[in-house]
Structures are given as C-alpha cells and as structure tokens.
Nanobody, 122 residues
Framework: QVHLVESGGGLVQAGGSLRLSCAAS????????MSWFRQAPGKEREFVAA???????YYVDSVKGRFTISRDNAKNTVFLQINSLKPEDTAVYYC????????????????WGQGTQVTVSS
C-alpha cells in the first residue's frame, strides 16, 4: 500500500509560480510511475504530467513549457514546478502512482493523494 501526501498549493497571482510536492510512503517508490492530475470545479479530473520509473516525462499540451515534473527517489518525493500560472490552472492537484510505465488515464492509477488546492487570481 502506497500513501501519498501532497503539499505546496496556495493562492497566487497570475504569472506567479508554485512548487507542489508529493511525499510517498510504503511500496517501492523508485519502481513507480508518478503523475499529477487536476480537477477544477464542475469539471472532470484531467491528466497534467507524469514521470516514469526511468524518469521519462510526459505532459498534457496545455502545460508544456510551464510545468515541470521531477522526482527525488532518495526522498520518495515527486515535484511539480508550475510557472507562469494562469487563472485556468485553478484546481485541486492530485498526485498518483502506478506501476513503472506512464499512463494518462486516471483509471490506470492505483494510489492517490488527497489533493492540494491551487488558486490563481487574475
């Protein structure tokens, strides 16, 4: 069983930056693919970014060039650096984990955190 805890969300003005963290416990962190999803009010949860066990990364087109996913296996932590924030980035951001390979469907992920709120003011 893998337990995931996100942190780093908050209220920020458009154009600002945040760094989200997701600390994992249980399981073998360096064997998991880790992803970030987000869910805005009234919308479905959507894939944002993922990093495989071998550090291959993948992003949804809308965040390419602004978001960077990374992992620190020594600290069992995955990060999401978010730059040039836009009001449409406002959402609850969730961390998730699955077997080695990246997937973009939320149904493919076995473990989820509780989420961290990101609010971007215009």
């Amino acid at each position: 069983q893998v337990h995931l805890v996100e942190s780093g969300g908050g209220l920020v003005q458009a154009g600002g930056s945040l760094r989200l963290s997701c600390a994992a416990s249980g399981g073998t962190f360096n064997s998991y693919a880790m992803s970030w999803f987000r869910q805005a009010p009234g919308k479905e949860r959507e894939f944002v970014a993922a990093i495989s066990w071998s550090r291959t990364t993948y992003y949804v087109d809308s965040v390419k060039g602004r978001f960077t996913i990374s992992r620190d296996n020594a600290k069992n932590t995955v990060f999401l650096q978010i730059n040039s924030l836009k009001p449409e980035d406002t959402a609850v951001y969730y961390c998730s984990a699955r077997g080695r390979l990246i997937a973009t469907s939320s149904n493919a992920y076995d473990y989820w955190g509780q989420g961290t709120q990101v609010t971007v003011s215009s």
